[in-house]
């Protein structure tokens, strides 16, 4: 079988297998799929260590053609809402499939599945997930007890496998494994919050979706969202005194990200409630280098390449 050349680490590319190619070209379409939805995504990963940077590429793709099914381009195509939930349920059964067996005809789930399978990722964190997804596409009220579930499925899990990519050649105590899950999760539930709060005016007004319990959400107060913003502000205060556990290949990255959601977070607090409900609050593209390049110099090495 003839095999164009390709660009990449010589182990990979010398006298490949079919499954080896077949894997190299899964983790190429889960980077693309990544870099093409997210600009601030892609320059916080040019700050992971070339070892651990795929994998979690690899994470965020699937977590990417999810949100599509419930959130963008499925319905654009015109699916019902009954047809987005077969098609979850078909991505999570195909997850979970290859997840077991290390195939998917799907590259992206192929590829997520073949680094969950070297780290230790499993449905005890891919069932939140799609959980939280399916969710979405029931856009009835949260109570508090379901919005903490949502959260933690749809942010709080995502950080979760992160760090089983981090960790996964890494020697950690119990202790600072707990810690650093904590660290996590409440990086997560502040990435997720942030994210409410700057897209209400598409989740509510087109998609109406509500997930603050007991806020409506065209009548938000200042009030109500400088006590949303200190609630994320907790949250990130409680991620960072995490961060400096993590090891090198992801500290700068993790530290770029904070800094970027911390940034908007700040810019939220600034906006007034009733503008939120028509403008999406976002970081310049020159403030996001200073936060990268604040990252890199706090942690004291430069960019992977």
Known sequence: MTREAAVGPPSELEHPTDLALYTRAAHISSATVIHEYSTSFGMATRLLAPAVRPRVEDVYALVRIADEIVDGAAEEAGLSLDDQRAMLDALE????RAMRTGYSANLV?????????????????TAPFFASMRRDLS????AADELSAYIYGSAEVIGLMCLKVF?????VTEERRRRLETGARRLGSAFQKINFLRDLAVDWTELGRSYFPGIDPSRLTDRQKLALVVDIDCDLGAAADAIPELPDNCRRAILAAHGLFAELSDRIRATPARE??????????????????????????????
Do not use: W, Y
């Open 276 to 305: 939120l409900l028509s403008t999406r609050v976002s970081v310049p593209a020159r403030t996001k280098l200073a936060i990268l390049l604040r990252a890199t110099a706090r942690s004291g090495a430069g960019v992977h390449r």
């Open 139 to 142: 856009p009835v009220d949260f």
């Open 93 to 96: 059964a195909d997850t979970e």
């Open 167 to 171: 960790l996964a050649s890494e020697p």
């Open 109 to 125: 789930v192929h590829a997520f599945a073949t680094t969950a399978r070297s780290v230790g990722i499993g449905p005890d964190l």
